[in-house]
């Protein structure tokens, strides 16, 4: 398997770019209650930080920690939660944050190796429960959570169950959004999106997983983007959002990205009342990966979305979108290209992960923030109260979340943190709780 192709399983099975998920722990038949998972951090003592924060997972893909930081106070716990703590199943290395702060202000962590979703009390660090969503016991990897009420929430499974039972009430299937209640830590129903994927390119036009990735509550709706990609990883299909309405948990709509493939990260600017998706195009054509990879703008405020404005990756130099986040902030987005690995067949060299402050206004060229080995920057998020930018970096000697304070136009690096200073675990992705 060449280097391309690797990376394509790797980054597509999981939400970080790392090796291959460790077989799932034996999957949780029913909801546990858990222990006490405090902080293991003893300077804060078992308190964390209310919310609204943001969490920070590190992790080697082996052991996580997930920290906490305050953006309006500087304070930061240390390993809040780890795969040390006190858990019925114990977090993976694969650990992954929502896409948007829960409702009910909870710390929800997404274990994709393990399929478990763990619920903390941010306050104390304290793990209230853990629900696993591999029913059936299959590898259904969750990409994302998105609470709509507090006793209902649905959860992007990327994953397809091959030997599904007929049986439709045990909602073993996968490739869906799970419907579970956070509160009672049950899962009480599926929406399936199979039927939604697009096809691979014509002429063959090869069939597809949905594979549903991300997820936005927004308006009174639900937007999840599907990654259309064949259970073999040769195949990718035009990329689109499907809209979800929570009254009838069912499909109502579908926003079809043409020319674009392989979309994912969603944000949503409730001002403007504007969507922002992330495409990153099919990995193994470097040029035509690059040709099929931008941030799109889609305004959702009326009963028909419209496709606004784009940012093409090859506005951002060499790489294709890093599709994992959409980072924008009114006229300003921030986004990421990614970098490749070095060939070892070929021997030819690895290239740069780049962080970029791009502005949407036409004609703004971008600008270079941050630049690091392949794998090394990570999902960044915006703080819209304060104009300031989070970004993730996992370098080896030096990790650290970079801060830039963008109040006055173009950012400037603010202070930036180590948020595992306890085991030095390099920083991967940042969210809001």
């Known amino acids: 398997m060449s280097t391309v192709v690797r990376r394509l399983d790797v980054r597509l099975s999981s939400r970080f770019s790392r090796a291959r998920p460790r077989a799932a722990?034996?999957?949780?038949?029913?909801?546990?209650?858990?222990?006490?998972?405090?902080?293991?951090?003893?300077?804060?003592?078992?308190?964390?930080?209310?919310?609204?924060?943001?969490?920070?997972?590190?992790?080697?893909?082996?052991?996580?920690?997930?920290?906490?930081?305050?953006p309006s106070t500087g304070r930061h716990v240390d390993s809040c939660v780890t795969s040390r703590s006190t858990l019925k199943q114990p977090l993976s290395g694969d650990v992954a944050l929502p896409s948007q702060a829960q409702v009910s202000g909870e710390l929800t962590l997404i274990d994709s190796g393990n399929a478990v979703l763990t619920f903390v009390t941010p306050s104390t660090c304290e793990a209230r429960g853990q629900l696993s969503v591999s029913t059936g016991g299959f590898k259904a990897y969750p990409h994302d959570v998105v609470t709509v009420a507090p006793n209902k929430a649905y959860v992007t499974r990327n994953g397809k169950n091959l030997a599904a039972t007929p049986d439709p009430a045990d909602f073993d299937e996968g490739d869906d959004l799970l419907i579970v209640d956070p509160k009672q830590l049950a899962v009480i129903g599926r929406i399936p999106l199979a039927d939604f994927a697009t096809p691979g390119p014509a002429p063959a036009g090869a069939p597809t997983q949905a594979r549903p990735d991300h997820a936005i509550f927004a308006g009174g709706l639900v937007y999840v983007s599907l990654n259309s990609i064949s259970g073999d990883f040769a195949t990718v299909g035009m990329g689109r959002v499907v809209i979800i309405d929570p009254a009838s948990d069912a499909v109502v709509g579908t926003i079809d990205l043409p020319s674009l493939r392989n979309c994912s990260g969603l944000t949503y600017a409730s001002t403007t009342k504007r969507l922002y998706v992330a495409c990153g195009g099919a990995f193994g054509d470097p040029a035509a990966q690059i040709a099929e990879s931008a941030l799109v703008e889609v305004d959702v405020s009326s009963g028909s979305p419209v496709l606004g404005r784009v940012l093409p990756a090859s506005t951002l130099g060499t790489g294709a979108l890093n599709l994992f986040y959409a980072a924008v902030s009114g006229e300003a987005s921030f986004a990421g290209t990614l970098g490749t690995?070095?060939?070892?067949?070929?021997?030819?060299?690895g290239t740069s992960d780049v962080f970029f402050y791009a502005p949407l206004t036409p004609g703004v060229a971008p600008t270079k923030l941050a630049?690091?080995?392949?794998?090394?920057?990570?999902?960044?998020?915006?703080?819209?109260?304060?104009?300031?930018?989070?970004?993730?970096?996992?370098?080896?000697?030096?990790?650290r979340v970079h801060v830039y304070d963008a109040t006055t136009g173009a950012p400037l690096p603010a202070a930036d943190f180590e948020p595992n200073p306890s085991a030095h675990l390099p920083p991967r992705s940042v969210g809001w709780y």
Do not use: H, Q
Not at 40 to 55: E, N
Not at 341 to 349: E, L
Not at 374 to 396: C, H, I, K, Q
């Open 25 to 70: 722990a034996p999957a949780l038949l029913l909801a546990v209650a858990l222990a006490s998972g405090a902080c293991d951090d003893t300077s804060v003592g078992t308190f964390g930080i209310a919310s609204p924060s943001l969490a920070v997972v590190s992790s080697d893909y082996t052991t996580a920690s997930v920290s906490l930081f305050n």
């Open 341 to 349: 690995f070095p060939d070892t067949t070929t021997g030819a060299p």
């Open 371 to 399: 630049e690091g080995a392949a794998g090394e920057l990570g999902t960044a998020v915006v703080d819209p109260g304060s104009n300031r930018v989070f970004l993730p970096d996992a370098n080896a000697t030096k990790p």
